[in-house]
């Protein structure tokens, strides 16, 4: 297997950072873990790689119709996305989820827990607080799954 490159953003809220645009350039595939904001943004990241997108809480019109959780597998893994981590509505572990995807709280996180990686890209939209603005690369391989979160300058 070659290595698959996943680009993966959150809470754009309307905004498509050029950089973000920059950043995820060469990847597979592109996760958008809710609160996407504008259509729009789908269509230019999909201009790029392929796209799946859970809805966010703050995403409404044409963007309710996103699903509330998506599951994606790229060689053998499992990856399961969720907008607000505390809607998973199944055990990682006993549905063989090799990364839970989630957005929401704007602060990027990168954990294992239970052999599990749960990663939150952070946000790449308007920025909240003091927060940084941030997104995620994964790289699926034969040796496994290597997470990176990449601060932009926002």
């Known amino acids: 297997m070659t290595a698959v490159r ?14 973000v645009l920059s950043r995820l350039s060469g990847s597979d595939l592109i996760l958008h873990a809710g609160d996407v904001g504008d259509p729009a943004i789908l269509d230019a990241l999909r201009a790029i790689a392929p796209v ?14 996103l699903p509330a959780t998506e599951a994606v597998e790229i060689g053998g893994h499992l990856l399961y996305m969720v907008h607000i981590p505390g809607d998973l509505d199944l055990d990682p572990v006993s549905a ?9 709280t ?11 990686l749960y990663l939150n890209p952070g946000s790449v939209g308007p920025r909240r607080f003091d927060l940084p603005v941030t997104m995620a690369v994964l790289t699926i391989g034969p040796d496994g799954i290597e997470s990176e979160i990449i601060e932009l300058e926002g």
């Open 106 to 116: 704007h602060r990027s996180r990168i954990d294992r827990v239970g052999g599990v």
């Open 52 to 65: 799946r997108a859970v809805h966010g809480n703050t995403d409404g019109g044409a963007l309710r119709d």
């Open 96 to 104: 063989g989820v090799s990364v839970v995807i989630h957005g929401h």
């Open 6 to 19: 996943v680009g993966v953003i959150s809470d754009t809220h309307g905004l498509l950072r050029p950089e």
